[in-house]
């Protein structure tokens, strides 16, 4: 793997070039054609990097529409992790004002009062669009939940197994657990009139086209997950409404699933009675390259997340000698996490970790903490999860091309003075 691939705009580029070699192959079409169909005619046609460049210096908006200060997030791109260390003490709920980014794009600046949702599509006698306020008048679901990015760990792919990921190198901050309100997205579907011949759903966001998608961001959801009590279209976040980041003025939450299944600035449901494929279930977010081979009709396509864990602390730490008390949290989309393991000296030894909220919720997580008398010297402090359903973090993640759901132990390196 070119290690320039963890870098986002290299990143970017590298899927748009993969994009057009691949619709060459498949349309038969020219270079420029295919970059002309993607970008219009407007733009200059030398090269693609000529046109992510003009899109983004084109761009007036501002990414990201929050205050994300640099002692709570890390920058990357278009996307902002949370920092571990911010969250210490704050509580299961992830305030808003804490909440990761993973924007493909820039956040759209929607009218709620105009806005709203359309459901139509073959899958459905009855399309129709539901408003803000026809949202809110429909029976209130409220749950906390997890969203977390498929990538979330990526970088360890990387500096823990030496096989860098393609995609953003985030640590372990692309998480947060949310206390979302909403209507189900089942109630919808039956308004619409959901028929029995219903296979997949696709959910659009109202952000710009992503270039190297050539569509919206845009995620098939099979119509067995989608009708599911817990799939909620949400339009509060922690008691308020939606932060224009997280999706205003409505957004999916499809608990236990991969972010971009989450998805944000919903304009449009179609109900299909096929299978449905775009590049976010084929180029992206599935499980190519190592043991898993080229892109195929067989490789697997990422639905359920996987347990992880992340101490409360900078990266790396550092601590004066002395009696501490150590806090993290694990998670698991496979549900509640039943038991933490702290090792301080490179997993020879490891202390059982005495859990906050047992009987944490379902996809969320739960808090930690653990004494450690730190002496003077360089460590490599470890958390291992398990959960409910028996799964352990293991020692080592199967590398993946995409750097995708990396759950192997971390080593969160730490100085003691
Ligand atoms: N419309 C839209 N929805 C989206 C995305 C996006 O770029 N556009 N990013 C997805 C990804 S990859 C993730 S991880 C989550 C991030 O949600 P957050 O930014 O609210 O934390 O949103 C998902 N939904
Ligand atoms: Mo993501």
Not at 35 to 54: D, E, N, Q, Y
Not at 76 to 100: D, H, I, M, Y
Not at 118 to 144: S, W, Y
Not at 383 to 400: H, I, L, Y
């Amino acid at each position: 793997m070119n290690p320039s691939l963890r870098d986002e705009a290299t990143y970017e580029q590298d899927r748009l070039e993969r994009y057009v070699r691949k619709q060459e192959q498949e349309t038969g079409l020219s270079r420029r054609e295919i970059l002309k169909k993607l970008f219009g005619a407007s733009v200059g046609l030398a090269s693609a990097a000529a046109f992510t460049g003009r899109a983004y210096a084109a761009e007036p908006l501002p990414p990201i529409v929050k205050p994300t200060p640099n002692d709570k997030f890390i920058t990357l791109s278009t996307n902002r992790e949370t920092r571990f260390e911010a969250l210490k003490g704050v509580g299961e709920v992830t305030p808003a004002a804490l909440f990761f980014i993973r924007n493909h794009t820039t956040t759209p600046r929607i009218d709620g009062a105009t806005w709203s949702l359309r459901i139509e599509g073959p899958g459905v006698t009855n399309p129709r669009n539901f408003t803000l306020a026809d949202l809110e008048a429909l029976p209130q679901v409220t749950q906390t939940r997890a969203i977390e990015c498929a990538g979330n760990g990526r970088s360890f792919y990387g500096s823990q197994q030496g096989t860098a990921g393609s995609g953003t190198a985030w640590r372990l901050g692309a998480i947060g657990v949310g206390t979302w309100t909403g209507v189900r997205l089942s109630t919808l579907l039956e308004l619409a009139g959901l028929k029995n011949t219903a296979v997949d759903i696709l959910p659009e966001g109202l952000d710009d086209v992503f270039p190297a998608a050539g569509t919206h961001v845009s995620r098939p959801l099979p119509i067995e997950r989608a009708t599911d009590d817990d799939v909620l279209v949400v339009t509060k976040l922690n008691g308020e409404t939606l932060p224009q980041d997280h999706g205003y003025p409505a957004r999916l939450l499809v608990p236990g699933w991969i972010g971009i299944a989450n998805i944000k600035w919903l304009g449009k449901i179609t109900v299909a009675e096929e299978a449905l494929f775009n590049y976010f279930n084929t180029t992206q977010y599935t499980f190519i390259g190592g043991s898993y081979g080229p892109l195929g009709p067989s490789s697997p396509v990422l639905g359920r997340q996987v347990v992880k864990s992340a101490f409360e602390l900078p990266f790396p730490a550092t601590f004066t000698a002395g009696l501490k008390l150590i806090t993290g949290r694990s998670w698991s989309a496979h549900g509640t996490i039943k038991r933490v393991d702290v090792s301080f000296d490179e997993g020879t030894t490891w202390t059982r970790a005495v859990l906050k909220n047992r009987g944490n919720d379902p996809q969320g997580w739960v808090e930690w903490q653990v004494q450690w008398n730190a002496k003077a010297g360089s460590y490599g402090l470890k958390a291992r999860a398990t959960d409910s359903a028996g799964n352990v973090q293991p020692v080592t993640t199967p590398f993946n091309t995409n750097g995708y759901q990396f759950d192997a132990i971390v080593r969160h390196p730490a100085v003691v003075s």
